[in-house]
């Protein structure tokens, strides 16, 4: 049984739903329920109405190993599974569950290249958009799921996509890079804006009501073969159409589909999996 603190009000209000540690490396929403525990018990804030429940490690195995995950991307798999085949689709099973008896969802992650805090904008109905803009994070990737539609050998199963298909409002926020101690302060910072949208707390900081810049994905590129980028690319890094990005051993070179940005370039991404993304910037 994954490891699962509730604080419940017991006045009426929504049920939000808060994961750290879906992905085992990505330590920064641990960090973030953590600090928020602690606060919550100390009496530095309190909830005013609703119920509060927090995963803050998904993927158990995966984070005492510090890897993404063993045996299937947990990401990947949400949804319910009545054989478990992986490691990852029991804790699937559990997570699933727990989204259907929520109202909101905020799923914390961070990232392998790149400083720039961002979320993913998909479903982008005016409510989404409107709990988006709450969370002052400047940069919002929209696009996923139309470009996952078209990649139908890749499993979809994300926490949001779960999410929306059940009714849900959902937000996955990428805090920053793995490694920097700023992410859990993103991650702290989204959670605590998170509450505050939803009057569920007051809020810790003022939303600075700053457009965000926004960016749709248009293309992706899957791990078919070894090869390196040619450079230590960031995510959010201009690029331009034809730009050279990688070498497969073999000697091709991969160029740029697009004249716009690169984004989450994977460094470690294995065969089969995605490697890096492409995107163009406004709606
Ligand atoms: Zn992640």
Redo the contacts with the bound molecule.
């Keep these: 049984m994954l490891d699962t603190l509730v604080f419940d009000t017991q006045k009426p209000g929504p049920t939000l739903l808060v994961f750290g540690g879906?992905?085992g490396n990505?330590k920064c929403g641990t960090h973030a329920i953590a600090r928020t525990v602690i606060e919550l018990r100390s009496g530095i804030f309190g909830l005013k109405r609703g119920k509060l429940i927090m995963v803050p490690i998904c993927n158990p195995e995966a984070y005492k190993r510090d890897i993404r995950y063993v045996e299937t991307n947990l990401?990947r798999v949400i949804k319910k599974h009545p054989k478990i085949l992986r490691y990852e689709h029991g804790l699937a099973n559990e997570l699933v569950t727990l989204i259907d008896s929520c109202d909101v969802l905020l799923d914390l992650?961070s990232y392998s290249s790149g400083r720039r805090p961002f979320l993913f904008l998909d479903n982008d109905t005016q409510e989404q958009k409107d709990f988006a803009a709450a969370l002052n994070i400047p940069y919002w990737v929209t696009g996923w799921n139309e470009m996952y539609e078209n990649e139908k050998d890749l499993l979809q199963g994300d926490t949001t996509t779960y999410a929306f298909s059940k009714g849900k409002m959902a937000l996955l926020i990428e805090c920053g890079l793995h490694e920097d101690p700023q992410s859990a302060i993103i991650g702290y910072k989204s959670l605590r804006a998170t509450l505050a949208y939803h009057d569920m707390a007051e809020p810790f900081e003022k939303a600075r009501g700053e457009p965000p810049t926004i960016t749709r994905m248009k293309a992706m590129l899957v791990k078919t073969r070894e090869g390196k980028f040619l450079k230590d690319w960031q995510h959010l890094d201009p690029v331009t159409k034809g730009m050279p990005i990688l070498r497969y051993d073999d000697g091709m070179i991969y160029q740029s589909p697009v004249d716009g940005v690169i984004l989450l370039p994977g460094k470690k991404a294995r065969i089969g999996e995605e490697w890096v993304y492409f995107g163009v910037e406004g709606q």
């Design positions: 879906v992905h990505e990401n992650h």
